[in-house]
C-alpha cells in the first residue's frame, strides 16, 4: 500500500506531503483465525519538520461472522523515532 497526503500540522502553517507504505503477508491458522506480519513506514511531522518512521508488525486477526473482525499484535520499532513496543487490540466492522 502506498498513500500520498498534503496536510498542515496545524491551521495556518503550511502545508507538507506526507508518505506512508506498508506490505504485509498472512496466513490463515485455523477457521477464522488468522496471523499477519507487515512492514511499515512513514513520515511523521513534529514541530515544522519532518521525520521517518518505521515499524516491523505481527498479529493475529479473528473474523466474528462476515463483517466483525478483533485484531491484537505488537508494532516493534525499526527507527529511533518508533516506539519499542506498540501492543493493541482493534475491533473492525462493516456495513
Known amino acids: 500500500m ?12 503550511p502545508h507538507k506531503v506526507i508518505t506512508v507504505g506498508s506490505a504485509s503477508i498472512g496466513h490463515g491458522i485455523v477457521g477464522q483465525l488468522s496471523f499477519y506480519a507487515e512492514v511499515y513506514g512513514g513520515t511523521i ?8 518512521e518505521a ?3 505481527l498479529g493475529l486477526t479473528l473474523g466474528i461472522g462476515s463483517n466483525v473482525q ?5 508494532n516493534l520499532g525499526v527507527t529511533r523515532v518508533a516506539e519499542d513496543v506498540n501492543p493493541f ?7
Open 2 to 13: 502506498v498513500e500520498i497526503d498534503l496536510t498542515a500540522e496545524r491551521a495556518g502553517s
Open 45 to 52: 511531522l513534529a514541530d515544522d519538520s519532518s521525520t521517518w
Open 55 to 57: 515499524t516491523s508488525d
Open 70 to 74: 478483533l485484531d491484537a499484535g505488537l
Open 89 to 95: 487490540l482493534g475491533l473492525a466492522f462493516r456495513f
